[in-house]
């Protein structure tokens, strides 16, 4: 089966940095997504990590380690529209052409001026 | 513009009323899937289609029914709703294999059944 653990909740001030970490359990790894999402949106994309280490895109970075089953989203010069929930997700290993996801619960970031 | 749309957007229903959710995308995706999101669960998966007549359960699939006729749709259809189906419902899509395909999410449809 697959667990996915992220903190529920983290708060930020503007212009600061956060890590939003994610654990997970799986029996196979296809890659870690991660996804940002506003209240009462869709989920859209942020990063994609399959090979250890960082991956960075602007101010939002994700990094990897496949041994310790780890994952964190990095992002830098918060600003106040990065109050979002911030999915973990990890693709099933079962044959479903790759593409099943399976969420962890999210992380609500509050940015406060 | 490529997207996935969803309609409707909001339904209120009540007990045992079948109703269906539509779920069209207009980027010739193979892969098409429905997640419901509940509070303090995240989103699952309730049914997913890997191309056209091709349909297999999720991880929470029971009181659901879906079809994939065409390619770009996606309905979800729910027999006799009862009120713990009420949720906030994702239709979702992307290409298939094993690289770096994102899944493109529809605006979401929130279901209240009383």
């Known amino acids: 089966g697959q667990n996915i653990d992220q903190p529920t909740e983290m708060t930020a001030t503007e212009g600061a940095i956060v890590q939003i970490n994610c654990t997970y359990q799986?029996?196979?790894?296809?890659?870690l997504f991660w996804y940002q999402q506003h209240a009462g949106e869709a989920p859209t994309f942020l990063s994609y990590?399959?090979?250890?280490g960082l991956e960075e895109k602007g101010r939002f970075s994700s990094f990897l380690s496949r041994s310790k089953g780890y994952s964190y989203l990095l992002l830098k010069e918060l600003q106040m529209k990065d109050s979002a929930s911030y999915l973990c997700?990890?693709?099933?290993?079962?044959?479903?052409?790759?593409?099943?996801?399976?969420f962890g619960t999210g992380t609500r970031l509050l940015v406060s001026p | 513009e490529a997207q996935v749309t969803q309609n409707p957007r909001y339904l209120i229903t009540v007990t045992g009323k079948k109703l269906t959710v539509t779920c069209s995308q207009n980027?010739?995706?193979?892969?098409m899937s429905w997640y419901r999101q509940d509070p303090g669960l995240g989103l699952r998966q309730i049914y997913y289609?890997?191309?056209?007549?091709?349909?297999d359960k999720g991880d929470v699939p029971e009181g659901y029914k879906v079809s994939r006729k065409e390619k770009r749709n996606f309905p979800l259809i729910l027999e006799s709703p009862s009120p713990n189906q009420t949720s906030l419902y994702f239709c979702?899509?992307?290409?298939?294999?094993?690289?770096?395909?994102?899944?493109?999410f529809g605006p979401g449809t929130r279901l209240t059944v009383l």
């Open positions: 979702a899509s992307s290409l298939p294999g094993k690289s770096y395909n994102e899944q493109f």
């Open positions: 990590n399959v090979l250890d």
């Open positions: 980027m010739n995706h193979e892969y």
């Open positions: 997700a990890v693709r099933d290993p079962k044959n479903t052409g790759f593409q099943k996801l399976v």
């Open positions: 289609s890997m191309n056209v007549e091709v349909t």
């Open positions: 799986t029996s196979g790894f296809n890659g």
